[in-house]
Every structure is written in C-alpha cells, then in structure tokens.
C-alpha cells in the first residue's frame, strides 16, 4: 500500500516535470521564511520562461497561524491560471497571473507540521 502511494507521487512529479520542466527553475515566495521551527516555508518552481505553470509546495513547521497567504511570481499578468492540489483535479482556484501575484491565493493547515503541493496550469494555452 506504501508503495501505491509513493508511485503515485512519483508519476505526478514526473507528469509535472514532463508538462512544466519545473525542475529548471525555482522561487523564493513571499512573506516565506527559510525552513524554522515557529514558521511556514513555501517555495515555487514555476517555469518563468514559458510561463505555463509549474508547482508549489506549502510547509507549515509548527507556526500557530493556520492559514497562509501565497503570492506567485513568473507567471503572466493578463492570463488565466488554475490552481489544484497535487495528484487532483478539483479547480480550488481560478485567477490571473496579476491576482496571483498581488492577491494570492488562501492555504489552510491544521496540524501543526503539515504540507501540501500545488499545481498552477495556465488555462487555455
């Protein structure tokens, strides 16, 4: 059962590298801070030269906040982008490449040392 869930990991990380070839970029994000115990980390690795998409990983390190605001940078500000949970197909977010940067989008984690990566995919290409 273990090993249905890593291969699942893996085939989406590899479905991802092959859509987004995200493994040649990466983004701090803002209002992030390096890996710290009391803190959220959270990083981007969103092709900026295609500006396609890419993906997001959201880590909460036992901060008291439950909630996070993540703001992208890289993508184009007059497009329309998708943002899903890893390995999903549920749309949580539509919005422009301009709202995600000076918006940004809610991430909640209720357990103190929780994660969760995300998909960006540009609508439409």
């Not at 090993?3 to 803002?30: A, C, E, G, N, T």
């Not at 690795?45 to 993906?55: A, C, L, V, W």
């Not at 940078?73 to 301009?98: M, P, S």
């Amino acid at each position: 059962e273990e090993r249905k869930v890593i291969k699942s990991w893996v085939d989406w990380l590899r479905k991802m590298q092959d859509k987004y070839d995200f493994m040649m970029f990466r983004q701090d994000l803002p209002g992030f801070k390096v890996p710290a115990e009391g803190y959220w980390d959270g990083w981007a690795r969103i092709n900026t030269e295609t500006q396609e998409g890419g993906i997001i990983g959201i880590f909460r390190q036992g901060s008291v906040e439950t909630e996070k605001t993540v703001k992208i940078r890289g993508l184009d500000n007059g497009k329309l982008y998708t943002v899903k949970k890893a390995r999903g197909e549920e749309i949580l977010y539509k919005l422009t490449g301009k709202e995600l940067l000076n918006d940004g989008f809610k991430v909640n984690l209720y357990k103190k040392y929780d994660g969760e990566l995300f998909e960006v995919e540009l609508i439409g290409k």
